[in-house]
Each structure stands twice: as C-alpha cells, then as structure tokens.
C-alpha cells in the first residue's frame, strides 16, 4: 500500500482512473486474502484438534515409565524395594543389608534412593507377586527428612492415593536425646497405614545414642520370619558372602580420567561450575585459622572459608557442610599391613547392571584417594563388615570370634559391643588385633561405608561477611581402651589447614545447608540464645546480624545471650567480640557460666533459673524467641526442664501445661534447637 500510494503522488493527471482501477485490484487482492487465510485456519485448526492427545502424552510419559521402580523390579525380577531416606549414610547401609538379605528367602531385593524415582508407583507395587516396600528412613535435626526423603515426604503429607495393595515395613533411625525421635519413621509408619497400606511387620526405632546397630539386627532377625510367614517361604540355607561388585585394575589408564578426590563430576575440583552441593562442593581457601582458647589441653579454633566468586548464599543459622580426608598415616598403615601397592588404579564395578549405583564411590581412582576421600576408616566398623571379612582370617579362633560378633546371639551382641564399640576399634586396629586376617583390599573397599560430610553451625552474618563462611569448632582427640589415641577426622583435618594463597593444603571442599534456625522475621523481636562451649557459633553470627540492622536504623529488640565454658582464662570463647558487642549495647544481657572456676559447677541453666523472673518476662509479655545450640544430651535437655519449671512458676501452670506450653512454643517457631549428641 504504501508503494501504491506513492505512485498516486507521482502522476496527479491520471488520478481519478487510476484510483478507480487500484481500488478494484485492492478489493480482489483483500478478499482473497481474507478467504485464504480463513480457508487456511479452519483446515489447520481441524488438523490439529485431529490430533489424538494420548499417543502424544505417552510419548512423553515413556522415559519416566522406563525409570520407574516398578519397571525396574519387573525387568530384573525383583520382588522387594528397601528405600533409604540418609543423611550420613547410615540409613543406605541399612537398606543394602536388607536387600541383600532377600535372596536367602527365595527373594530378590533391591535398595532405592527414593529421590531417583516417582514414590507415587507405590500403589502399583502388589502388580508384583510377593511384593513388599521397605522404608530405612533416617530422622534429621529436629524431626526433619533427610535432603533424599524431602520429595517423599512431601507427596506422602499431600497424597491421597489408595495404597491398599501395599505391603509395607519401617525402620527408622533417630536418636533420644533429640526431642522429635525417630519422626521421621514413625510418620511414614503411620501414614501409609493412613493410605491403606498393610503393615507386615512393627515399626523399627532405632537408637543413635544407645547401640543403633544392636537395634537394627534385632529388629532384622524378627522381621524376616515375620516376612516368610506372611509369603509362606522359607530361608534358602546360611547367610552367606556375595560380592556386589567385581575389581578392575587399570594398567594403561588416561590419569586425566581418574578420580582424585572429587564428590561427583571428574575434575571437578579443577574447573568449578556453580550451583555448590552435597554432589558437587566448592572449594573455598582458608583465610584465616586461629586459636581461640588461651589455654588447657583441647583445641578450639576459628575459621574463615572464602566464597568469594562462588555464588554460595547464606543466612545466619545456616550450616556449613566439609568433606574432610582422613589422616594418611592411617592409610599408609592399612595398606603396609594388607601389602598392597596404594597407587593402583582400580574400578568397583557392580555385577547388578541393572543398578542406578555403578560404583560403591567414584571410579576408576586410585586405593590410596578411596582410603583418603571416600572411606570411613576411624568409625568401629558393623557387624556385617565382620561378617564378611571373616572368611579371610586363617587362624580359626579369630574367625570364629569375628562370626560369633556378628552374629544375632546375646553373647555376641555383647562381645561386639564391648569389644569393638566400647572399645572405639576401627578397621585399621582389628587388623592389627587379629594377625591372621588379611582381606583382599578391594573387598574391604567395597564393605567399608563412606565418608561423609561434616556439618558445623555457621558463625557469621551474611550481612557483615558476605564473602567469607565462618566456623567455630573443637579437635577431637582422646584414648581408647586399648591405649590407642584417636583423632576426630574433620576437626584434626582442618586445625592442619593453614592459609596459604599459593598451595593447596589451605583448601576445603564444602557447601552450604539451610537451616530452620532462623532470627525472628521483626527485628524488635526479643531473644534469648543459650549456647555453651561451641554451642556459641550461630549466635556470633546473630548478633552480628542485629548489630548491622540496628546500624541500619532499624528496632532491634533485646538480645540476650546465656553463655558457659569451663574456665574464665582457658576457653572464654570469642570475649573480645562478646564485651565489645555488650559495650555498644547489641547485646543487652550477657550471661556467662564459668563451670570449673570454683568447687561448685556452674552451668548455664543454672544461670537461667536464678535470671527466671526476666526470662519469664521476655517469653511472656516480649514474646521473645528461644535459641538452643550445642550438646543433645545433657545440656539441652537440662535447658529445656528449667523452661518447664519457670513456665510453671510465673504462668501458674501444672507440669503437664508448662510441657504442653513449651511444646507449643517449639511448634510456633519461638524455641529452636541446634543441637548434636
């Protein structure tokens, strides 16, 4: 149109004919436009509601089919499904144990990650004769799911599916000391009841801070009769050894294709791609690492870890993650005594190759790195790793010890625990214990768990320390029964990492995990933080935050911290900063117990009753939120009974309504735990 239009400027003389003509020929031209375009859209709109939706749906649906647990156990002739929700690994061996249990029932098992599959198959699980589910679920900080669990979780509190079919059984793993024990088991127990499932066996709770081991095997050696009574079958014969993985030893190997260390993606250490987790850590150079007690026989340190570049967040409360290497002499001493060269390059490759878990850790690597990154070789091995190492002792007296310490019998439920648990052995000292056991080294690779991240409260604000992590924490050491000193991994590992621009020592591989240990979202929001020892570290990192918010300009309600550690001059963790902030008045109350420094101890739920008319005052009348950090069994508990008997005091209230108003305020966010046993 516009060409058109420009022509009838050029030539004024014939306008009218031409404008006659032009408006025919853009007549024709529109109505044919119009027509073909109408005519195409009514064919092409057919065309496709022509289309079925269902072929297309299932060619989508198709590679979820493929990775389902259903389709899986049908194609390789499993019959039962132990899935695992783990934090440290404990919850995973479990549910290898049981699965590999299976086959001396006539029963084929398989152990599942249920975040790797669609837990709402659930209720096509009795499509498979002599079906059963069972749940290794693991309990993390105050009755949370572990990270694998969340996803199942979540669909099991939303689901409305009916699991009629299902035959199910749980076990869960917690620890007492901890107020919400074992919730997370013994919700999944209960749920799936809920949804109709059929529980073929009692739920399982296993103990932490007892013997989780022993818990575990009684519960085991009950539930399998239990199972051949429900499926009418009977144990094929002896519980017997079955590799799950077969060695293979590289010769001629690209070194540039061996694992050194890495977590999850080879050379992942040498080129980092953010987004930093469990699978893929950053590694953040130690900037600074200092002393902090002035004297006594322990080791408390400071560390700050650079994120700089690394895209890692983090909120005050959070939790710092480490991937530690255990100590090389360690290493070098189990592969003098098994006379093995360390730097042999070597895969595990699982004989099931049907299996999600190719390798037992990543591979090909060397046994040195697995021995170093990737095994736990300081924690008293379980009783199923003496089960099948036993076979390779050649003196009869040792075999049969190790036999009778794995076995379900009391007096080898004793001898284990005496032995082995009490007396703190690990891998290395049973070797040195028992001359004639020398195990292939890669069948102690393959048995052996892994090692796992080590998690310590942050103590910084993201606010004041965007680009550095900071931790407080405390080197384990001490001697065992049988005079051997042992080392805690992580702490020993990082008091030896000394800033260092240039090399590598001054590195650690870690990530950040979010935490439910969080300020109150009103700054004017009194608090009240009870953390002895190095219980202290989220709340150097709280008050840090509510000094910088109060520079802000912004209300910042009192902040009262109850602190303890055993002597003024030895271990008063952090003074400077405390009596600075004190000065400036960000925190208005600080209370610190001395426990050792005259004849009487003095803890800090000491210092909380004799301050309980103030404490009542701000949880009452200030709402003030409540922090707990640091030790699970004697301290938080103690904390937490002088809470019951203020409540009770100043609220008028029988014990049972100051526990239930306690409780209460737990569950409106007002009382936090950080705790560890």
């Not at 009755?143 to 199942?152: K, L, S, W």
């Not at 000391?177 to 709770?205: C, P, S, W």
């Not at 710092?320 to 001493?333: C, F, R």
Request: charged residues 25%; negative net charge; proline residues 4%.
């Amino acid at each position: 149109m516009g060409d058109a239009g420009m022509e009838l400027n050029m030539s004024p003389p014939d306008n009218a004919a031409q404008q006659d003509s032009l408006f025919s020929m853009t007549d024709v031209f529109l109505i044919s436009l119009i027509t073909g375009l109408f005519t195409y859209w009514f064919f092409f709109r057919k065309k496709k509601e022509e289309v079925p939706d269902i072929p297309k749906m299932q060619s989508i649906a198709a590679p979820v089919r493929d990775s389902s647990f259903i389709e899986k156990m049908k194609k390789t002739g499993r019959n039962i499904v132990v899935f695992y929700g783990s934090q440290t690994g404990t919850a995973e061996e479990f549910a290898n144990r049981l699965s590999k249990d299976a086959h001396r029932y006539g029963l084929r098992g398989m152990a599942a990650d249920p975040e790797e599959y669609d837990l709402s198959d659930l209720s096509r699980l009795s499509e498979i004769d002599k079906s059963l589910a069972v749940f290794c679920m693991a309990t993390y900080g105050e009755g949370d799911p572990t990270d694998n669990a969340q996803d199942f979780y979540d669909w099991l509190q939303e689901a409305d599916a009916d699991l009629s079919g299902l035959r199910f059984a749980v076990f869960g793993l917690g620890n007492k000391t901890y107020e919400h024990f074992n919730a997370m088991g013994k919700y999944v127990d209960k749920r799936l009841e809920e949804l109709g499932a059929q529980r073929i066996f009692e739920l399982g709770l296993g103990d932490d801070d007892g013997n989780l081991e022993e818990d575990f095997i009684t519960w085991r050696e009950q539930f399998w009769p239990a199972v051949c009574e429900h499926f009418g079958v009977e144990a094929t014969g002896e519980e017997s050894s079955i590799r799950q993985y077969e060695l293979v030893v590289h010769t001629d190997v690209n070194m540039n294709k061996v694992y050194t260390g890495e977590m999850g993606r080879l050379k992942s250490y040498e080129n980092q791609k953010p987004p930093f987790d469990a699978k893929n850590p950053f590694l953040a150079q130690v900037t600074e690492n200092r002393k902090l007690n002035e004297g006594g026989e322990r080791h408390l340190m400071h560390l700050e870890l650079d994120i700089s570049n690394s895209k890692i967040r983090y909120e005050s409360g959070d939790h710092v993650a480490v991937y530690p290497a255990n100590d090389s002499s360690l290493v070098n001493q189990i592969g003098e005594i098994l006379g093995t060269d360390l730097d042999t390059i070597m895969s595990l490759n699982n004989l099931d190759e049907e299996s999600n878990k190719k390798h037992p850790f990543p591979c090909p690597t060397s046994y040195r790195t697995a021995l170093t990154y990737y095994l736990d070789i300081t924690n008293p091995p379980r009783t199923n790793v003496l089960y099948e190492l036993a076979q390779y002792a050649t003196d009869t007296g040792e075999q049969e010890r190790l036999r009778k310490m794995a076995s379900s019998a009391a007096e080898g439920k004793a001898l284990y625990l005496s032995w082995v648990v009490e007396a703190r052995r690990n891998i290395l000292a049973i070797l040195q214990d028992m001359p004639s056991l020398r195990p292939p080294i890669d069948h102690l690779c393959e048995l052996l768990p892994r090692l796992q991240a080590r998690y310590y409260s942050i103590a910084s604000s993201s606010k004041v320390h965007p680009n550095t992590v900071h931790i407080c924490a405390v080197t384990v050491e001490y001697e065992t029964k049988t005079g051997r000193l042992n080392k805690g991994v992580a702490t020993n590992w990082l008091k030896n990492k000394v800033p260092d621009e240039n090399g590598s020592n001054s590195l650690v591989p870690m990530y950040v995990r979010k935490s439910q240990f969080r300020l109150p979202f009103k700054p004017s929001t009194p608090i009240i933080m009870i953390g002895p020892g190095t219980g202290i570290a989220p709340f150097i990192g709280f008050i840090q935050e509510r000094a910088w918010l109060k520079q802000q300009g912004k209300e910042v309600g009192e902040t009262v911290l109850y602190y303890g550690c055993r002597h003024e001059r030895e271990d008063y963790l952090y003074r400077e900063e405390l009596a600075r902030f004190h000065q400036e008045g960000v925190l208005t109350q600080l209370n610190v117990a001395f426990s050792r420094d005259q004849a009487e101890k003095v803890y800090v739920q000491h210092l909380l009753k004799k301050n309980k008319e103030n404490v009542w005052k701000l949880v009452n009348e200030g709402n003030a939120h409540i922090y707990v950090c640091g030790d699970a069994r004697n301290m938080a508990r103690d904390v937490q009974n002088i809470f019951y008997e203020i409540v009770a005091e100043f609220g008028n209230m029988s014990q049972p309504q100051a526990v239930d108003y306690v409780k209460k305020l737990m569950t409106k966010g007002r009382y936090s735990l950080d705790v560890w046993s």
